[in-house]
């Protein structure tokens, strides 16, 4: 079970999470048993740096192989330095908006779930 808390005060919101994450196995007939308990996982995540920009993250601990730390660097990388490839300009400073940066987080995770 994680715990994240988000709290509005006068300079901003507050981002708060435990650090614990566990592994289970689910077998066939539906039976989970718990493989690991780790009390060092990342679940809050600067969107690019030195912005006032975060994301917090529980449930799922990996996707596809990789962590959820793993996908948000790539998103933090595709927020600096945009994703050419794909058609994905970084962020601009001057003109990127709350719903944007959580759209393009939405469409990255639904990509990686589709």
């Known amino acids: 079970m994680t715990i994240t808390v988000a709290i509005k ?6 981002l708060a999470s435990d650090s ?7 077998d066939s007939t539906g039976h989970s048993d718990t ?6 996982a990342n679940k809050i995540f600067n969107l690019r740096k030195q912005w006032p920009l975060a994301s917090m993250t529980w449930g ?7 962590t959820i730390a793993e996908h948000m660097k790539d998103l933090r990388r595709e927020f600096t330095e945009g994703a050419p490839a ?11 908006t709350v719903d944007e940066v959580a759209e393009r987080v939405r469409a990255h995770f639904s990509t990686l779930l589709a």
């Open 9 to 14: 005060v006068g300079d901003g919101i507050v």
């Open 20 to 26: 614990a994450t566990t592994q289970t196995l689910t």
């Open 35 to 40: 493989i690991n308990v780790w009390n060092t």
């Open 60 to 66: 799922l601990a990996a996707i596809d192989g990789r």
């Open 86 to 96: 794909v058609g994905k300009a970084p962020l601009d400073p001057e003109m990127y």
